[in-house]
């Protein structure tokens, strides 16, 4: 909008220049003796007529809408991005943002539901209602963010922290998070601002809330850790088990297996192995358990 305001007072002044310039009066020796009255006129005109034109032309740019004012006073239109005309001198355009927009707040202290101190530090993204800047110029003006949203932001995650455990907070952020998003959204519809998303982005305790959630971790890794050891030695106690059962069983089973004909027929393959290993000579000693009962009696 500055832009064609300047381009339209430019081509004015430009144009009046070059009216008194051309309609300069000289004497007869060449001497300026300044513009004709009707030339100076002329550009007069001209020159209100560029400004007449530069306060009825303007446009407005994407992302915004343009709230109209009569003798300062809002009449309710709106005008979309782009070029626009208005009569001059009697309506102006104010332009209304509209696009997504972040706010922080740190450090908000509240208390949780176990009375723990928390300092909360948030990030809000929201919007003016595009349907609705002219509700919001005439009721806020340009102060929505600090007259609404700040102090519902504040409101909001105090009560949204006291719902909830300071173990909760930590552990259950995705719940927190939907519930200050509900809560903030229904505070300040009715003032035409639309919450896109809140973000929580630090939980901050008190020092010996802290130091209580690390000594209860490292407790808690250290019962993990004695757990896994003591599943470690039981499996391998029950191995040794196994493998003990595993043995007796083939002991029953070898015992089991032993008949006096299998006896008979082990004894038989034990002497077949001794006649294949005899080599030609009768033994000098056989023992009544031999595998070999054979007599030396040509033995002295």
Avoid: C
């Avoid at 200050?180 to 939980?203: H, M, N, W, Y």
């Amino acid at each position: 909008m500055g832009t064609l305001k300047w381009v339209l007072g430019l081509v004015s002044v430009g144009l009046a220049a070059l009216i008194i310039v051309a309609g300069l009066r000289r004497d007869t020796h060449g001497n300026i003796l300044g513009p004709a009255p009707a030339t100076a006129v002329l550009a007069v005109v001209l020159v209100l007529a560029g400004f007449t034109l530069d306060e009825a032309f303007g446009q407005i740019a994407a992302g915004y809408r343009g709230v109209v004012l009569r003798f300062g006073a809002p009449t309710g239109e709106v005008k979309e991005p782009g070029l626009y005309m208005i009569p001059p001198w009697i309506e102006t355009v104010v332009p209304m943002n509209v696009q997504i927009q972040a706010y922080h707040a740190e450090a908000i202290e509240a208390a949780s539901a176990d009375l723990q101190d928390v300092h909360t530090s948030v990030t809000v993204n929201y919007q003016i209602d595009p349907s609705r800047v002219a509700e919001v110029y005439t009721n806020l003006r340009n102060d929505a963010e600090s007259r609404i949203l700040s102090p519902n932001v504040q409101e909001t995650i105090k009560s949204t922290t006291a719902k909830f455990t300071a173990q909760q907070l930590i552990q259950e952020r995705p719940l927190v998070k939907s519930t200050a998003d509900k809560t903030l959204a229904a505070r300040v519809e009715p003032f035409g601002l639309r919450i896109d998303a809140t973000s929580i982005t630090q939980f901050q305790f008190s020092q010996s809330f802290t130091t209580a959630i690390e000594n209860k971790v490292a407790a808690e890794q250290n019962a993990l850790t004695a757990q896994r050891n003591l599943e470690r030695v039981k499996f391998e106690a029950q191995q040794q088990v196994e493998l003990a059962r595993a043995q007796a069983q083939a002991l029953t089973l070898q015992k089991t297996a032993v008949t006096p004909e299998l006896v008979a027929l082990r004894r038989i393959e034990a002497q077949l192995k001794a006649v294949d290993k005899w080599d030609g000579h009768m033994p000098n000693v056989v023992t009544g358990g031999g595998p070999v009962p054979l007599l030396d009696v040509f033995g002295k």
